[in-house]
């Protein structure tokens, strides 16, 4: 009897043990308890903050203040302005906007025109013969902004943008790839890319432009995607847009991008801008996060994009068409090396540093293509007060701020609170630290 019992309490036990250990760790909570996971929808509010805010129509009970359209061909002095629908329609596609620029606060995105940065730049690209720039300057100083607007002043003189908005896309090791001979294709990358400039890009224009040569690519269209077709395109009669509407399998992408890049060089009817944003990741990161069949990371130049964009920023590739230009900017976003330095002839080479601290092969392809830094500055005492006047009828400005002092006090100390004109520092002291 002794035994029997102890034997049924070591069971109970044990699967009284069980239990518990089953409940513990990574067990899956069960549906209708406390513990069960929220369930997260594309409506819900269940996001981080950044996205959260971008995405939640604020702007719509912003206060609307009557501005200046935004005419790159016809700047004057400072002022703040705002897009016309055709232009936002543009830069919305081209990815032109970023969540960190507050632009839910008011109804539509504005824009500072600064003859320091605005008019300055349009000059600089006017008058250089090689029309290559990366745009420098410490974080939130306004190069994306400055871009937009470079973005819409191609809109109104009938240029076609090509733009790597976000580089790190290119490397996080998130797209498909494939080895193709002795280079990485990325295919919905390259799908990506090319949706984006055809959907941002006027059709009319992308219709105007006649292929060089012939082409015979494979299409998949239809409600059978299995089904592949040959498509013949002749020099002469199609058209750039008919290249790009060839839908094309995934191992066959590589080829369309190919030509699309021939064809966009070649033609001489339309100026081609073409800009990179948060170029210095390339840079400091120039080995991706893709693995080989080595396990080792594979370079940016191994593939078919990285390798085309350098090439359009050494030279080795170049626009055929009038004022095309090479826009480049950088990130206070990520971290910083000596090989944008030396790529700029601002330092000397040295070949005793780490590939870590100086990737030279990318150096050499910036002083091959002699691209020339143009600094974004701050901004003056004159143009804080544009701003904090367009502020203030936008609503944004406490009352409290204006108690016990003048417009001109508080943007003295607004100017200073900014870090002596940080536009992004500028507006962060107005709205999230009210003092």
């Not at 102890?6 to 109970?12: E, I, L, N, V, Y």
């Not at 013969?129 to 470079?150: F, I, M, W, Y």
Request: glycine share 4%; aromatic share 10%; proline share 3%.
């Amino acid at each position: 009897m002794l035994r029997i019992h102890t034997r049924q309490f070591s069971c109970s036990a044990a699967v009284e043990a069980a239990a518990k250990k089953k409940a513990q760790g990574f067990a899956k909570a069960q549906s209708g308890t406390k513990a069960a996971a929220k369930r997260i929808t594309p409506g819900s509010m269940y996001k981080r903050w950044q996205p959260a805010v971008a995405t939640a129509n604020l702007h719509k009970n912003a206060t609307f203040v009557d501005l200046p359209m935004f005419n790159p061909n016809n700047i004057s002095a400072a002022d703040v302005h705002s897009f016309s629908e055709q232009q936002l329609q543009f830069l919305y596609r081209l990815g032109s906007f970023k969540q960190n620029q507050f632009n839910e606060l008011f109804t539509r995105p504005i824009s500072l025109v600064r003859d320091s940065t605005t008019r300055k730049l349009y000059e600089a690209l006017r008058k250089s013969e090689n029309k290559k720039l990366v745009l420098t300057g410490e974080p939130g100083v306004g190069k994306s902004t400055l871009l937009a607007q470079l973005h819409a002043h191609a809109l109104e003189n009938k240029g076609l943008v090509l733009t790597v908005s976000n580089s790190e896309l290119l490397t996080n090791g998130r797209n498909d790839f494939f080895l193709d001979e002795d280079r990485y294709i990325q295919p919905m990358y390259i799908k990506n890319l090319l949706t984006k400039f055809v959907k941002s890009n006027k059709k009319e224009l992308l219709q105007s432009i006649k292929l060089s040569k012939d082409y015979k690519l494979v299409h998949s269209g239809g409600k059978d995607l299995s089904v592949k077709r040959n498509v013949n395109l002749s020099a002469g009669k199609s058209t750039l847009y008919d290249l790009l509407s060839v839908k094309a399998p995934s191992r066959h992408r590589g080829a369309v991008f190919d030509a699309f890049i021939k064809e966009l060089t070649n033609q001489t009817d339309h100026p081609v801008y073409f800009t990179v944003d948060n170029f210095s990741h390339l840079l400091t990161t120039p080995f991706t996060a893709y693995k080989d069949t080595s396990n080792k990371n594979i370079h940016i130049l191994k593939f078919q994009v990285g390798q085309s964009i350098f090439d359009l920023v050494s030279g080795d590739l170049q626009f055929a068409a009038k004022d095309s230009c090479v826009v480049l900017a950088t990130s206070g976003l990520d971290r910083t090396n000596r090989t944008l330095s030396i790529g700029l002839q601002k330092l000397p080479h040295d070949p005793y540093l780490t590939r870590y601290h100086y990737e030279q092969i990318l150096a050499e392809k910036l002083l091959k293509g002699k691209v020339q830094e143009f600094e974004v500055t701050k901004l003056n005492k004159d143009e804080v007060a544009k701003l904090m006047e367009f502020y203030q009828k936008a609503g944004i400005v406490l009352d409290k701020d204006l108690q016990n002092k003048t417009f001109e006090q508080l943007t003295e100390e607004k100017y200073f609170l900014s870090g002596n004109g940080n536009p992004r520092e500028l507006l962060k002291s107005i709205t999230l630290y009210p003092f």
